[in-house]
């Protein structure tokens, strides 16, 4: 079977049941939501359907085989030796986060998010009893990076736990190692925990370097838990599953405090993929990984040519594209005219944090022709 079937048109991807489909009237091009539009990889199916035909839709109760086949994910996409004995599933990443932020966390403590920053992190934070501290990420010419600064003023202020996004959505911002390790040693000094979302961590472009948060460091382990799934990088993230990961002895015994509940609310369908993901689908990953290099460079023209004053920020990761349209004049929501007059469903900036006006999310994991027809409609709005 090939690796690269056909991108279904429109008409096609509108009997689609999911949110990114029947949120907005047929008239609207959804790009707001992270769901890609390519036909899933057919080990992932096959998996899928094998456990339907076997009548195999109980609880999961345990990992299975699939925290094997992460391991050996990592190992081969990353170099990161990874224990399937420290590899717990649940529903999905959010639950991961909220998760170990309950075990972490007393009431009312602080929490920091970095704007902008994907939405759920604001919900996150007081579904687990916290607070939620912002230290936005730094922005200069030589592009955006961690506030070390500001986030150990606001560890020693008392925050007690760090909500990381490596890479960080929505820039696809990889950060950097050193960075990465700082962070790690300012928690420790201050006996804070870190807890890292790396859903987008295989969607990394080629060349581009990634070191996951356990591996950059022995501190960075002795504080951190990671978030990993194959949701995002497979489109399978309405199958429901996700990996708590932890790599030292205080975060295993954090971990050993969530009740069994945690782990039994995995889909069995999504264990199943997530194995056959993670074991059979780097060749399906990688064709996958080119249609979205060749995507956003296809926007990085687009909008040079015909969205004057519209910057892109170049991410290194994922599918995901921050407009910044400050330029344009159409105010700190640019999203609302943009669908208003254009019927182009962009994810409202804002959402992201203060950080975020002016500026508005854009999904390009499409057709080339669906993305060139949103570009085109966003032309017509700004004039």
């Known amino acids: 079977m090939s690796l690269r079937p056909a991108i279904p048109d429109l008409e096609t991807l509108r009997q689609r049941t999911s949110v990114k489909w029947t949120a907005y009237p047929d008239d609207v091009l959804p790009m707001f939501i992270a769901e890609m539009d390519f036909p899933l990889a057919p080990v992932v199916a096959d998996a899928i359907i094998a456990r339907v035909q076997e009548s195999d839709l109980g609880y999961a109760g345990d990992s299975g085989s699939a925290a094997a086949a992460f391991a050996g994910f990592a190992q081969r996409r990353w170099g990161w030796q990874v224990a399937p004995d420290d590899v717990s599933l649940t529903t999905d990443v959010s639950v991961v986060l909220v998760e170990a932020l309950r075990v972490a966390i007393a009431p009312g403590d602080g929490v920091i998010v970095m704007p902008p920053i994907y939405p759920p992190f604001f ?68 006996g804070a925990t870190v807890i890292s979302d790396e859903i987008h961590a295989p969607l990394v472009y080629p060349g581009v370097g990634f070191t996951p948060f356990l591996d950059v460091s022995d501190t960075a382990r002795q504080v951190g838990i990671a978030a990993q799934s194959a949701s995002k990088a497979f489109n399978i993230a309405g199958a429901k599953c996700a990996m708590s990961v932890v790599a030292s002895e205080p975060m295993r015994a954090l971990i050993a ?13 999504g264990r199943a993929a997530t194995e056959a993901a993670f074991t059979d689908g780097d060749d399906w990953l990688d064709d996958t990984l080119a249609r979205i290099v060749a995507n956003r460079d296809l926007l990085d023209r687009l909008v040079a040519e015909r969205l004057p004053g519209v910057l892109v920020h170049r991410p290194s990761a994922s599918y995901l594209a921050w407009l910044d349209f400050r330029a344009t004049g159409l105010g700190d929501n640019p999203a609302g005219p943009i669908l208003d007059r254009g019927r182009v469903a962009l994810h409202r900036g804002p959402d992201f944090g203060a950080a975020g006006n002016g500026f508005a999310r854009l999904n390009f994991g499409c057709s080339p022709e669906m993305l060139t027809e949103a570009i085109d409609r966003i032309a017509d709005v700004i004039g």
Do not use: F
């Open 123 to 190: 919900e996150i934070v007081p579904e687990a009893g916290g607070r939620v501290v912002e230290v936005p990420l730094t922005h200069d010419d030589a592009g955006w990076r961690l506030d070390l600064a500001g986030i150990e003023a606001a560890l020693g202020a008392g925050a007690t736990a760090i909500l990381l996004c490596h890479p960080h959505n929505p820039l696809g911002l990889v950060h950097a190692d050193a960075e990465l390790a700082a962070l790690a040693e300012l928690a420790a000094a201050h």
């Open 257 to 269: 405090r969530q009740p069994e509940e945690v782990r039994y609310r995995t889909s069995i369908l």
